[in-house]
């Protein structure tokens, strides 16, 4: 027993040394990518931990210091109510990646799923399903979201159901794509005649081998989000002030963008900041997990 | 005079994260105007490294050193695009797979017409043709390239060329496309051709027509050609002379016929003895041993496979030793091995030398007797001891109807690709079925395994009838064990090795202590060492991939396994061991085997009674060895002749 655990525990190594490898080997032909991992999680620790070393309270309003430019007390100044902004950042910091995550964790999980089950019923099922992503393809997504968010009212739930409403076709057409060339491999047909029951053929021989591609989406898609939830908050969609969202900061500061520069120039930054890091991310994935790139490295 | 192609040391080096491999190593060779040379080897030999070196294609590799020396010129020297002016005027080459080197979305006329607008306008193309902006390409010349293709095409044996140049590759079969490729690549007249696996691809009545080509071409045009083949068959058959690759060195050169009919190198001998013959009987001697990952970086390649090697073979270089005019070997320990001829063979156990020797006689011959035509045979059947596992009157019908409008305005196309087959198998016994690609036999296998639902017909195992896959029960599954052609396509390269077979273990519901057991066990069985158990798909060779296939299909003891081309993607030497890990298995678990494969030498290898297939029906039956004697339906007939009549057909 010994034998096989250490064995299997080489074996782990093996694999993890690979992996490492293949990170390793990216970062070094591809630096961006790194940048775009140090921001992502830089604004990730920062939405965690944040909120506890910062000495404001977001919604604090002090009205003697308004519209301070940017100093040692208030780094990125203060806006038009005295907030310090640099603490409403951090804070929105939480709802820009919160939304983003769990947006597009709907939308990979629903996608994902109706892919794999257009893919591999075929016949009515596909048809339906598909025209169904034909239809929702034909409205441009952030009009849709906008439609979905007036009807249902502005809330940040709102936009959230209405972000996750119109985004998951993507990943279906991309998952049903996959799928239907990997149901031809014979490995499926394998397990089909030793009586694999549907989900675990699912699970085990078609998830694993379509989810590469929805892993890069996903990541450039986390950028999207971040990015429709700041536009959506701007019309007054989504979050509604004194929310510290990103969007509706930049909607409030707009009236002072000539006297008070700092104020829309924050929230901007933290915007583009984001979307580039989850864009740079994105990129270096797509090379990490390009099946093309693992047969180079493995060619032995 | 100098030779037209001279390759002098060649070093070819890839980089990887472990480390640079080298997969030429000092690799030298020469082909003359009008000589057929055949490059011979198992996968992973550098040949094909080596070709493609010629051509300048040699990336993501790196040549590091030596020569190629071209009709006076050196080519490793020149820059790519001066190497471009080469490529395909001078030196063509044939890729392997014919399915994807032609491209879908143009005919082949027109891509055999590229070739020959590419090579003639040299020099004097416009800038509206370099833009490629077709409106106003000059297409005055287009018509005379129509007709030059069509004459190339009906130069390589293209039957009806005038129809056939505007086909588009997936119109024709596997052999055509090889044509076509052949015709492109003669498009600009080349010198030197370069043919990758010419007949790996295709079945064994289309590799005589392409090679009797080949060799025509040679004598006609007087152009040098270099085939490369794991088949030292195809290579005794086509070529002048021959030089067997080995760990990316040449290890032996020489005269075709000395070095086939008396080979000096170990290696050489234990490729020439592991061909499958008309007098071939089992078990096959097999060359031991497997092309090691990684060469040693002194020594003889060979000396870890080889039983005659010393500590000097694995410490120095073997000396290259001229043993007749033209012969030349790499071998330090000469005399050792003519002094033990011929090649050893793996030593069978006793029990199993009896078992052999009592298999020619079937123990039930449910089909009657020979020959016999159609498919009347379901009377003799009933005279017999049930059957084991029985095809009763199967017809598969697919629906080719263009579109749903089709459908709707009654104009159903059908293709009927098995046509009322009746077969059976009785217990410990083994069928095979022979036919050509495009005979329905792939059909037939997909219908008796259940994942294919037939038009018509029944399926019927130990007397009980059984459906498709997804109505069998469980023990119905269990009891049909499949192995496909393709290994790499056949197991999830996802899993490790170790979890791929136990996939149907634990399907079965065995707990993890038992199947790690099953799992060693089947590993030993299949003769795979334990240390391949965590390793992955894309780690391991054809031959060992498919291994861990009849691990997986024999792992819940299935009564009958049914093998889909169980050989075709592999080399010849991995071929004569797998049959024979076939026949130890089949003897050890008293396993009833269907064998569906167009290569004869392994059909009569291993069968005891034999159907073949063609269009759809089953044309003659009977025992094997009568029927490929004294074969009595036309198919048979063209089938055996091209597998025995040494690749000579007249064409």
């Known amino acids: 027993m010994t034998i096989a655990e250490s064995t299997r525990s080489d074996a782990i190594q093996r694999r993890l040394r690979s992996g490492i490898e293949i990170v390793t080997g990216t970062l070094r032909r591809n630096p961006l990518t790194l940048l775009g991992a140090v921001i992502v999680c830089f604004l990730g620790v920062l939405a965690v931990v944040g909120p506890v070393v910062s000495p404001y309270d977001p919604a604090a309003q002090n009205l003697a210091n308004r519209l301070r430019p940017p100093s040692l007390a208030h780094p990125l100044g203060t806006d038009r109510f005295g907030r310090d902004l640099l603490t409403r950042i951090v804070y929105g910091a939480r709802f820009s990646l919160g939304i983003g995550l769990a947006v597009t964790a709907i939308r990979v999980v629903v996608g994902t799923a109706i892919g794999l089950m257009s893919g591999y019923a075929g016949g009515w099922v596909d048809e339906a399903l598909m025209r169904l992503v034909d239809i929702q393809l034909a409205f441009p997504g952030l009009v849709l979201a906008l439609v979905v968010a007036g009807i249902l009212g502005p809330s940040l739930r709102n936009l959230l159901i209405a972000l996750a409403v119109v985004g998951w076709s993507t990943y279906a057409r991309v998952v049903r794509g996959s799928v239907l060339s990997i149901k031809e491999r014979r490995y499926v047909d394998a397990a089909r005649l030793i009586g694999t029951p549907r989900r675990r053929l699912f699970r085990r021989h078609l998830l694993p081998n379509v989810i590469s591609p929805v892993i890069v989406i996903a990541t450039l898609n986390l950028g999207t989000v971040v990015l429709a939830t700041a536009g959506l908050s701007f019309i007054g969609l989504g979050a509604q002030p004194p929310t510290p969202e990103w969007g509706t900061m930049l909607a409030g500061g707009r009236q002072h963008m000539r006297q008070a520069w700092w104020i829309v120039n924050a929230p901007g930054a933290a915007i583009m900041l984001t979307v580039l890091g989850f864009n740079l991310l994105g990129d270096g994935l797509r090379d990490m997990l390009d099946p093309r790139q693992q047969t180079r490295i493995e060619v032995v | ?651």
Request: hydrophobic content about 35%.
């Open chain 2, 1 to 651: 005079m100098d030779p037209l192609l001279s390759i002098e040391n060649l070093q070819v080096s890839f980089e990887t994260t472990d480390g640079r491999i080298t997969a030429v190593d000092e690799a030298s060779l020469s082909v003359d105007r009008g000589e057929i040379l055949g490059l011979v080897g198992e996968s992973g030999s550098g040949k094909s490294v080596t070709a493609r070196s010629i051509m300048g294609l040699e990336s993501p590799g790196r040549i590091t050193g030596g020569t190629i020396h071209y009709d006076g010129t050196e080519l490793t020297e020149l820059s790519d695009s001066a190497q471009q002016q080469y490529r395909g005027s001078e030196l063509a080459m044939v890729f392997q797979d014919p399915s994807t080197t032609l491209n879908p979305v143009f005919d082949v006329g027109e891509q055999i017409a590229e070739s020959l607008r590419l090579h003639e306008q040299e020099g004097d193309q416009s800038l509206l043709d370099y833009l490629h902006l077709s409106p106003f390409t000059d297409r005055s010349t287009w018509g005379d390239h129509r007709r030059q293709a069509i004459e190339l095409m009906d130069q390589v044996g293209i039957t009806n060329p005038d129809t056939r140049v505007d086909a588009y590759p997936h119109e024709l079969s596997g052999g055509m496309c090889q044509r076509a490729m052949i015709a492109s690549a003669l498009a600009a007249d080349p010198n030197l051709l370069i043919v990758d696996e010419p007949t790996t691809a295709l079945d064994t009545t289309t590799q005589a027509r392409i090679l009797g080509r080949l060799s025509q071409l040679a004598t006609e045009t007087d152009t040098a050609i270099l085939v490369i083949s794991h088949d030292i068959g195809v290579v005794a058959e086509l070529c002048d002379r021959v030089a067997v690759m080995y760990g990316g060195q040449v290890i032996e050169t020489g005269p075709v016929d000395r070095v086939v009919d008396s080979p000096e190198h170990p290696y050489t001998k234990g490729l020439v003895d592991c061909r499958i013959t008309a007098n071939s009987s089992q078990p096959l001697p097999t060359i031991p041993g497997s092309v090691p990952d990684r060469m040693p970086d002194t020594g003889c390649p060979f000396a870890s496979r080889c039983e005659h090697a010393t500590t000097a073979c694995r410490e120095s270089e073997p000396p290259t030793v001229s043993v007749d005019s033209g012969h030349r070997v790499s071998c330090g320990e000469l005399d050792a091995v003519r002094a033990t001829d011929p090649m050893p063979r793996n030593e069978p156990s006793a029990e199993l030398l009896e078992a052999t020797s009592s298999r020619p006689q079937p123990q039930a011959c449910y089909d009657g007797g020979h020959p016999q035509e159609g498919s009347e045979s379901a009377v003799a059947d009933e005279t017999a001891k049930s059957p084991l596992f029985e095809g009763r009157d199967l017809t598969k019908q697919f629906d080719c109807s263009a579109s749903m409008l089709d459908r709707w305005l009654g104009d159903e196309r059908t293709l009927t690709a098995v046509d009322s087959v009746t077969l059976s198998v009785g217990r410990g016994e083994t069928l095979g079925i022979v036919g050509e690609s495009g005979s329905g036999k792939s059909t037939l296998a997909e219908l008796l395994t259940g994942l294919q639902t037939p038009t018509n017909g029944e399926i019927l195992f130990d007397g009980e009838l059984v459906g498709s896959v997804d109505t069998r029960t469980t023990d119905q599954l269990r009891d049909v064990g499949v192995v496909f052609q393709n290994p790499q396509d056949s197991i999830n390269p996802q899993l490790t090795v170790r979890a791929a077979i136990a996939e149907p273990l634990v399907e079965a519901g065995w707990s993890r202590s038992d199947w790690t057991a099953r799992v060693d066990e089947l590993l030993d069985l299949v003769e795979l060492g334990s240390q391949y158990a965590s390793r992955r798909p894309h780690q391991l060779s054809g031959g060992q991939l498919q291994r861990v296939a009849i691990a997986r299909a024999i792992a819940l003891e299935p009564q009958v396994v049914v093998f889909d081309e169980p050989m075709s993607a592999l080399d010849l030497s991995t071929r004569a061991t797998l049959l024979n890990l076939l026949n130890e298995i089949q003897e050890r678990l008293d396993l009833t085997y269907i064998v569906i494969s167009h290569d004869l030498g392994v059909v009569r290898l291993i069968a005891d009674r034999v159907a073949v297939m063609y269009d759809g029906r089953i044309v003659e039956r009977g025992q094997a060895d009568l029927v490929f004697e004294q074969p009595t339906h036309f198919h048979t007939t063209a089938l055996v002749e091209a597998a025995t009549n040494n690749y000579n057909v007249n064409l």
